[in-house]
Protein backbone atom coordinates (compact mmCIF):
# COMPACT_ATOMS: atom_id res chain seq x y z
CA UNK A 1 0.00 0.00 0.00
CA UNK A 2 1.39 3.00 -1.16
CA UNK A 3 2.55 5.74 1.95
CA UNK A 4 -0.05 8.98 2.57
CA UNK A 5 1.57 11.94 1.93
CA UNK A 6 0.92 15.00 2.89
CA UNK A 7 -0.52 17.84 0.28
CA UNK A 8 0.90 20.80 0.07
CA UNK A 9 -1.14 24.02 -0.47
CA UNK A 10 -0.52 27.33 -0.95
CA UNK A 11 -3.96 29.97 -0.68
CA UNK A 12 -3.72 32.79 -2.79
CA UNK A 13 -6.66 35.17 -1.41
CA UNK A 14 -7.12 38.29 0.29
CA UNK A 15 -10.03 37.26 1.74
CA UNK A 16 -8.98 36.28 5.22
CA UNK A 17 -12.84 35.01 5.67
CA UNK A 18 -12.52 33.16 2.35
CA UNK A 19 -9.03 31.50 3.15
CA UNK A 20 -10.21 30.96 6.25
CA UNK A 21 -13.27 28.55 4.23
CA UNK A 22 -10.85 26.99 2.19
CA UNK A 23 -8.05 25.93 4.96
CA UNK A 24 -11.22 24.21 6.68
CA UNK A 25 -12.31 22.29 3.92
CA UNK A 26 -8.78 21.32 3.39
CA UNK A 27 -7.96 19.91 6.87
CA UNK A 28 -11.29 17.69 6.30
CA UNK A 29 -8.84 15.96 3.43
CA UNK A 30 -7.47 12.60 4.43
CA UNK A 31 -4.07 14.16 3.34
CA UNK A 32 -3.90 16.46 6.14
CA UNK A 33 -2.56 19.53 4.09
CA UNK A 34 0.26 21.52 4.81
CA UNK A 35 -1.37 24.88 4.28
CA UNK A 36 0.53 28.26 3.04
CA UNK A 37 -1.45 31.47 2.94
CA UNK A 38 -0.25 35.12 0.80
CA UNK A 39 -2.88 38.21 0.20
CA UNK A 40 -2.08 39.00 -3.58
CA UNK A 41 -0.17 37.58 -6.90
CA UNK A 42 3.42 39.23 -5.94
CA UNK A 43 3.64 37.59 -2.71
CA UNK A 44 2.45 34.21 -4.40
CA UNK A 45 5.33 34.52 -6.90
CA UNK A 46 7.98 35.72 -3.81
CA UNK A 47 6.82 32.81 -2.43
CA UNK A 48 7.47 30.45 -5.29
CA UNK A 49 10.49 31.97 -6.53
CA UNK A 50 11.92 32.24 -2.90
CA UNK A 51 15.04 30.29 -2.81
CA UNK A 52 14.58 27.61 -0.21
CA UNK A 53 10.66 27.00 -0.67
CA UNK A 54 9.55 23.59 -0.96
CA UNK A 55 6.95 23.84 -4.19
CA UNK A 56 3.28 23.48 -3.27
CA UNK A 57 1.66 20.34 -4.77
CA UNK A 58 -1.15 22.54 -5.06
CA UNK A 59 -2.07 26.36 -5.77
CA UNK A 60 -5.58 27.71 -4.80
CA UNK A 61 -5.66 31.21 -6.56
CA UNK A 62 -8.10 33.94 -6.45
CA UNK A 63 -8.73 35.75 -10.01
CA UNK A 64 -9.09 39.36 -8.10
CA UNK A 65 -6.54 40.91 -5.78
CA UNK A 66 -4.52 43.76 -5.16
CA UNK A 67 -1.39 44.42 -6.84
CA UNK A 68 -0.98 41.26 -9.16
CA UNK A 69 -3.80 39.52 -9.87
CA UNK A 70 -4.77 36.35 -10.21
CA UNK A 71 -4.92 36.06 -14.13
CA UNK A 72 -1.16 37.48 -14.54
CA UNK A 73 -0.16 35.00 -11.54
CA UNK A 74 -1.04 31.99 -13.30
CA UNK A 75 0.45 33.68 -16.79
CA UNK A 76 3.72 33.64 -14.67
CA UNK A 77 3.61 30.24 -13.05
CA UNK A 78 2.70 28.65 -16.68
CA UNK A 79 5.29 30.64 -18.22
CA UNK A 80 8.13 29.73 -15.66
CA UNK A 81 9.46 25.99 -16.28
CA UNK A 82 10.29 25.49 -12.45
CA UNK A 83 6.45 26.10 -11.42
CA UNK A 84 4.24 25.08 -14.93
CA UNK A 85 3.35 21.37 -13.52
CA UNK A 86 1.79 23.27 -9.36
CA UNK A 87 -2.08 22.00 -10.78
CA UNK A 88 -3.75 25.55 -10.35
CA UNK A 89 -7.35 25.45 -8.51
CA UNK A 90 -8.78 28.83 -9.74
CA UNK A 91 -11.35 30.23 -6.92
CA UNK A 92 -13.25 33.31 -7.88
CA UNK A 93 -16.67 35.30 -7.69
CA UNK A 94 -16.71 35.91 -11.11
CA UNK A 95 -18.55 33.80 -13.00
CA UNK A 96 -17.84 35.50 -16.59
CA UNK A 97 -17.26 33.03 -19.53
CA UNK A 98 -13.89 35.08 -20.47
CA UNK A 99 -12.47 34.41 -16.60
CA UNK A 100 -13.45 31.00 -16.91
CA UNK A 101 -11.91 30.85 -21.01
CA UNK A 102 -9.26 33.01 -20.18
CA UNK A 103 -8.22 30.46 -16.69
CA UNK A 104 -8.45 27.12 -19.07
CA UNK A 105 -6.56 28.65 -21.55
CA UNK A 106 -3.49 30.00 -19.00
CA UNK A 107 -3.73 26.06 -18.23
CA UNK A 108 -5.56 26.43 -14.81
CA UNK A 109 -6.76 22.62 -13.83
CA UNK A 110 -10.04 23.74 -12.44
CA UNK A 111 -12.19 26.71 -12.18
CA UNK A 112 -14.41 26.86 -8.86
CA UNK A 113 -16.59 30.20 -7.88
CA UNK A 114 -16.90 31.70 -4.53
CA UNK A 115 -18.99 31.61 -2.58
CA UNK A 116 -17.48 28.60 -2.54
CA UNK A 117 -19.16 25.52 -4.30
CA UNK A 118 -18.07 23.18 -1.43
CA UNK A 119 -19.34 19.71 -3.68
CA UNK A 120 -17.09 21.02 -6.66
CA UNK A 121 -13.60 22.56 -4.61
CA UNK A 122 -14.03 19.00 -2.44
CA UNK A 123 -14.37 16.80 -5.81
CA UNK A 124 -11.37 19.14 -7.53
CA UNK A 125 -9.12 18.31 -4.35
CA UNK A 126 -10.33 14.72 -3.91
CA UNK A 127 -9.12 14.34 -7.99
CA UNK A 128 -5.73 16.25 -7.04
CA UNK A 129 -5.28 13.77 -3.92
CA UNK A 130 -6.40 10.63 -5.72
CA UNK A 131 -3.33 11.93 -7.78
CA UNK A 132 -0.40 12.03 -5.40
CA UNK A 133 -1.97 9.12 -3.13
CA UNK A 134 -2.63 6.66 -5.67
CA UNK A 135 -1.00 7.46 -9.14
CA UNK A 136 2.30 9.61 -9.09
CA UNK A 137 5.36 8.07 -8.37
CA UNK A 138 7.22 9.81 -5.31
CA UNK A 139 10.63 10.57 -5.50
Known amino acids: MP ?7 L ?7 DSLIIEEA ?11 RVAD ?14 RP ?8 MPRMGGREVLAEIKND ?4 TIPVVVLTTSQAELDVMASY ?16 FENAVRQINRF ?8
Open 81 to 84: ADLK
Open 26 to 36: LEASPMAPVIH
Open 57 to 64: DLILLDLN
Open 132 to 139: YGDIAVLP
Open 41 to 54: GVQALEYLRGAGTK
Open 105 to 120: NHHANAFVTKPLELEA
Open 11 to 17: IVDDDDA
Open 3 to 9: AIRTLSV
